[in-house]
């Protein structure tokens, strides 16, 4: 089952510098200081960056929504007719897809997106409809991804609408609301939520353009994109690990110390930014200062995001196919929505005589597949391994 997710970046002490986009904060803060931003490093992006049009409806948005949503016979409220044309299978036809951040035009084009896609996608129509729009962050497990050497901690969102009455004086009063959520319900008993405002979730967007431009090294792109994130919602301290990370990337360790510096000096357990420094203090020979950061960080976290992945890795490019099972498992365990790590517990299978097992891994790979290219490198690994049980 692939999880509804919002691509967000975190940290580990085995990587070169790691993106984060966490749970976020709800208190005003001050604007961040100047010391920060460096805008001298950076030429402008060849396209500007800007948000304000993230809730545009297209012609075919509007002509959706009078066609499926405003159109339709008054046999449900607004908001039910909404929630119908978003999950009924023979309107949208909505699809995950975590490999890139989509605005609402173009989440409704492509008809697939990470959750914060389809949340702004939802709250595009909900705006035009004329229903009040509020933000949550979902407390979900621990979920991670990676590309390359940057991990990727994934927060999940949600949207409420709510539907206004007028009442027979012209006052106007809430009659009642919806939660859209792109999770299965049966993941969403008792968690902890917690509201965040527009410019939050904007910079959320924000946040992960930058994340995802940085990943392709598109460096005066990544460096506008966060410098907004942070300036749109001063608060949103991951957007600070965010900007450590393109300094830390585009090899300007002092930006880096600044900015990983001030996200520490905010929230002095944090986790990512404590491990993004101590990575900048060993390159700026500070060995002492480096190893101060990672006991602090052991305290905090005895094993990181993948760690038994690497571990695993090795061991199976070793020929240590035991050792590497073992490793796979342990990080299954604790992850088992992780779709790479049911691969490679697959591979591992396979070399060790167990087809059946292999086969059994590679389909929870496939099944759990957040983006079209790891489903069609697993759907065709487990292909491969059905023909060959098949002879």
């Given at each position: 089952?692939?999880?509804?997710?919002?691509?967000?970046?975190?940290?580990?002490?085995?990587v070169t510098g790691c993106l984060a986009l966490g749970a976020c904060t709800t208190p005003v803060l001050p604007p961040p200081p100047v010391s920060v931003l460096h805008d001298e490093l950076f030429a402008a992006p060849p396209q500007g960056v800007a948000a304000d049009g993230i809730f545009e409806l297209s012609p075919a948005m509007q002509d959706f929504?009078?066609?499926?949503?405003?159109?339709?016979?008054?046999?449900?409220?607004?908001?039910?007719?909404?929630?119908?044309?978003?999950?009924?299978?023979?309107?949208?036809?909505?699809?995950?897809?975590?490999?890139?951040?989509?605005?609402?035009?173009?989440?409704?084009?492509?008809?697939?997106?990470?959750?914060?896609?389809?949340?702004?996608?939802?709250?595009?129509?909900?705006?035009?409809?004329?229903?009040?729009?509020?933000?949550?962050?979902?407390?979900?497990?621990?979920?991670?991804?990676?590309?390359?050497?940057?991990?990727?901690?994934?927060?999940?969102?949600?949207?409420?609408?709510?539907?206004?009455?007028?009442?027979?004086?012209?006052?106007?009063?809430?009659?009642?609301?919806?939660?859209?959520?792109?999770?299965?319900?049966?993941?969403?008993?008792?968690?902890?939520?917690?509201?965040?405002?527009?410019?939050?979730?904007?910079?959320?967007?924000?946040?992960?353009?930058?994340?995802?431009?940085?990943?392709?090294?598109?460096?005066?792109?990544?460096?506008?994109?966060?410098?907004?994130?942070?300036?749109?919602?001063?608060?949103?301290?991951?957007?600070?690990?965010?900007?450590?990370?393109?300094?830390?990337?585009?090899?300007?360790?002092a930006a880096a110390e600044t900015a990983f510096g001030e996200l520490i000096r905010r929230d002095s357990t944090d986790k990512m930014a404590l491990s993004n420094l101590a990575i900048v203090e060993d390159r700026l020979g500070r060995a002492d200062r480096a190893r101060a950061l990672r006991a602090q960080l052991e305290q905090l976290e005895p094993y990181?995001?993948?760690?038994?992945?690497?571990?695993?890795?090795?061991?199976?490019?070793?020929?240590?196919?035991?050792?590497?099972?073992?490793?796979?498992?342990?990080?299954?365990?604790?992850?088992?929505?992780?779709?790479?790590?049911?691969?490679?517990?697959?591979?591992?299978?396979?070399?060790?005589?167990?087809?059946?097992?292999?086969?059994?891994?590679?389909?929870?790979?496939?099944?759990?597949?957040?983006?079209?290219?790891?489903?069609?490198?697993?759907?065709?690994?487990?292909?491969?391994?059905?023909?060959?049980?098949?002879?």
């Amino acid at each position: 089952m692939n999880r509804a997710v919002l691509l967000a970046r975190l940290a580990a002490a085995t990587v070169t510098g790691c993106l984060a986009l966490g749970a976020c904060t709800t208190p005003v803060l001050p604007p961040p200081p100047v010391s920060v931003l460096h805008d001298e490093l950076f030429a402008a992006p060849p396209q500007g960056v800007a948000a304000d049009g993230i809730f545009e409806l297209s012609p075919a948005m509007q002509d959706f929504l009078q066609r499926e949503i405003a159109g339709v016979p008054r046999h449900h409220e607004t908001l039910d007719n909404l929630a119908d044309a978003l999950f009924r299978q023979d309107k949208l036809k909505l699809r995950y897809d975590s490999s890139r951040t989509r605005d609402a035009a173009q989440a409704f084009a492509a008809r697939k997106g990470n959750c914060l896609s389809l949340v702004i996608m939802t709250a595009a129509f909900a705006k035009q409809l004329r229903l009040d729009v509020s933000y949550e962050t979902v407390a979900t497990d621990e979920t991670w991804s990676r590309s390359e050497d940057l991990l990727f901690s994934n927060t999940h969102v949600n949207v409420t609408l709510r539907q206004r009455e007028v009442e027979s004086d012209g006052s106007q009063s809430i009659r009642r609301g919806l939660t859209i959520d792109f999770l299965p319900s049966e993941d969403l008993g008792g968690r902890y939520t917690r509201a965040i405002s527009e410019d939050t979730l904007v910079a959320m967007y924000m946040n992960n353009r930058g994340a995802e431009a940085l990943a392709e090294g598109r460096f005066d792109e990544a460096y506008a994109w966060v410098r907004a994130a942070i300036r749109r919602a001063p608060g949103f301290l991951p957007g600070y690990n965010s900007l450590g990370v393109v300094y830390l990337r585009h090899g300007d360790l002092a930006a880096a110390e600044t900015a990983f510096g001030e996200l520490i000096r905010r929230d002095s357990t944090d986790k990512m930014a404590l491990s993004n420094l101590a990575i900048v203090e060993d390159r700026l020979g500070r060995a002492d200062r480096a190893r101060a950061l990672r006991a602090q960080l052991e305290q905090l976290e005895p094993y990181p995001p993948y760690h038994f992945f690497w571990l695993g890795t090795e061991a199976f490019r070793r020929g240590d196919y035991l050792a590497a099972r073992s490793h796979f498992k342990r990080e299954v365990d604790r992850a088992a929505y992780n779709s790479e790590f049911h691969y490679w517990l697959g591979l591992t299978d396979l070399r060790l005589g167990d087809v059946e097992g292999a086969r059994r891994q590679i389909a929870i790979a496939v099944e759990n597949s957040a983006n079209a290219a790891d489903h069609d490198l697993y759907a065709g690994k487990l292909a491969r391994l059905q023909s060959a049980l098949a002879r």
